[in-house]
């Protein structure tokens, strides 16, 4: 491909984004499977400056970005003053006027708790820099706790929750663990988002012996990292292999170009559990190509790709390169078969993709309609006007496995040692809740493909595929 046609590829790219964020705004609003706050760029540059004390809180401030209501204003600042009668009554009007904001429901339940004797745990997520995945997580987190003090709480005592904002920056989720470790009140953390972040901060929780469940970390270098860090969402070793699985035994493939990110620690795993699972299939990887290096080319990977002989393009990509995936998935105009991790499960990649990416297939955690035992796709819909993600099923997992544990014992080492017994088990968004000695959740992945359709409001959606692997 000349590079007069690279650059139209990627101007069309630029100006099918462009068109299209209007085309969601409403989708973004109303559905919490991927919605996304505004002022975006504001709060990253405000957030990296901020003091640990300022990243925390229990409904004293407001952490999520987008336009305040009145009514919401008032009600945290009632919280903030103990006047929680009027904090109830402000932060019921604000849930009201937009139905799926999670961090309004968590401060109106906290509200409630009032002075009441409570069990405290706060989430760790990046609202600065990933508002998206920041929102899913507390919307899994706040239908946790709204169900649990709606029913009378764990032996009458209720759940309160705090949340902290990390920025998926590994020596901010550092620093925000050694706060919540000095904090007694503190007895368990849900996240933090990324696997770096979770990587960094686990050693501090593993030393200060406070149980963290990450709902969205994948990296295998998780497993067996620490007593005190646990996930509810299956390794990559699981999507990997599903992947692998798929590609030669369904789609009849064998050779894949791999594109990765060196610097993701979970992009690194991914990828490398993908080389791995595809050799043991009998398939092999033509190339690998690195989406951080400067001189990246979509154009010219795809090209030379294809001159390999490969049939499949297997994209592990985190959220940081998702961009220069989608110029993959652009400049692949469907010549070959595309594969992606959890990460490629964005509004943004239908938004880009189009017609292009239709066939994609991507493995996630859960998907709320390959969910058929369950009563939480009912129940999450009800409450949140819209669907949800992965990322909310499998927090809503993580806080009720918190939520069994405190009822076992409710103290920082009793927590661990009810997570990691062999009789544990709780009901989750997506099945049974058991840990391993890993710390790893032994759980299946559902695969995806994005076909035509109305639910996303671009024209695309994710599906299941329904077919049994072989």
């Keep these: 491909m000349s590079q007069k046609n690279e650059i139209k590829i990627l101007v069309l790219s630029l100006l099918l984004t462009t068109g299209l964020a209007g085309g969601g705004i409403w989708w973004f609003i109303h559905s919490s499977g991927f919605n996304v706050g505004s002022n975006t760029t504001s709060n990253q540059t405000n957030n990296s400056n901020k003091s640990i004390s300022e990243r925390i809180s229990f409904g004293d401030k407001s952490l999520t970005p987008g336009e305040i209501s009145s009514a919401r204003k008032d009600g945290i600042e009632a919280l903030a003053n103990k006047n929680y009668d009027k904090a109830i009554t402000d932060l019921t009007a604000s849930l009201k006027l937009k139905p799926n904001d999670p961090e309004a429901l968590i401060y109106l339940n906290n509200a409630r708790i009032g002075n009441s004797k409570s069990y405290t745990i706060v989430a760790s997520v990046p609202i600065g820099n990933d508002p998206n995945a920041a929102l899913e997580i507390?919307?899994?987190?706040?239908?946790?706790?709204?169900?649990i003090n709606v029913a009378g709480g764990m032996k009458g005592v209720l759940l309160k929750v705090g949340i902290a904002n990390d920025d998926d920056k590994p020596e901010i989720s550092q620093q925000i663990a050694a706060n919540l470790v000095k904090n007694s009140e503190v007895l368990g953390v849900v996240g933090?988002?990324?696997?770096?972040?979770?990587?960094?901060?686990?050693?501090v929780y593993n030393s200060g012996e406070l149980v963290a469940i990450s709902p969205t970390s994948t990296s295998v270098k998780l497993s067996n990292f620490s007593r005190y860090v646990l996930r509810t969402v299956p390794s990559d070793f699981m999507a990997a292999r599903t992947l692998a699985n798929y590609m030669v035994k369904t789609l009849q493939k064998k050779k894949?170009?791999?594109?990765?990110?060196?610097?993701?620690?979970?992009?690194?795993?991914?990828?490398?559990?993908f080389v791995s699972s595809l050799a043991l299939e009998g398939g092999q990887i033509s190339s690998e190509v690195d989406l951080s290096q400067g001189n990246f080319s979509a154009?010219?990977?795809?090209e030379r790709a294809?001159?390999?002989?490969?049939?499949?393009?297997?994209?592990?990509?985190?959220?940081?390169?998702?961009?220069?995936?989608?110029?993959?998935?652009?400049v692949n105009q469907k010549r070959l078969t595309l594969l992606g991790g959890d990460d490629v499960y964005s509004l943004k990649t239908l938004e880009v993709g189009r017609e292009l990416a239709t066939g994609m297939?991507?493995?996630?955690?859960?998907?709320?309609?390959g969910e058929t035992k369950s009563d939480f796709p009912q129940k999450s819909r009800k409450l949140w006007s819209g669907d949800v993600s992965w990322r909310t099923a499998l927090a809503y997992d993580a806080t009720k496995a918190?939520?069994?544990?405190l009822e076992i014992n409710p103290t920082r080492s009793g927590i661990q040692q009810a997570l990691v017994s062999s009789d544990f088990a709780a009901s989750g968004a997506s099945g049974a809740i058991r840990f391993l000695q890993s710390g790893d959740r032994n759980a299946p992945v559902q695969l995806v493909k994005i076909v035509p359709g109305n639910r996303s409001r671009t024209g695309y959606d994710f599906e299941p595929i329904r077919d049994k692997l072989k």
């Design 402 to 405: 918190f939520m069994a544990a």
């Design 192 to 203: 933090p988002n990324t696997s770096d972040a979770t990587l960094a901060a686990g050693a």
């Design 138 to 147: 507390l919307r899994g987190i706040a239908q946790a706790q709204n169900e």
């Design 361 to 369: 297939v991507v493995a996630v955690p859960w998907h709320i309609d």
């Design 306 to 330: 294809i001159q390999e002989g490969a049939e499949v393009l297997m994209l592990a990509a985190n959220t940081e390169t998702l961009d220069k995936t989608l110029q993959v998935v652009q």
């Design 299 to 302: 154009a010219k990977s795809v």
């Design 256 to 273: 894949a170009v791999v594109f990765f990110n060196s610097q993701s620690n979970y992009s690194q795993s991914l990828k490398s559990e």
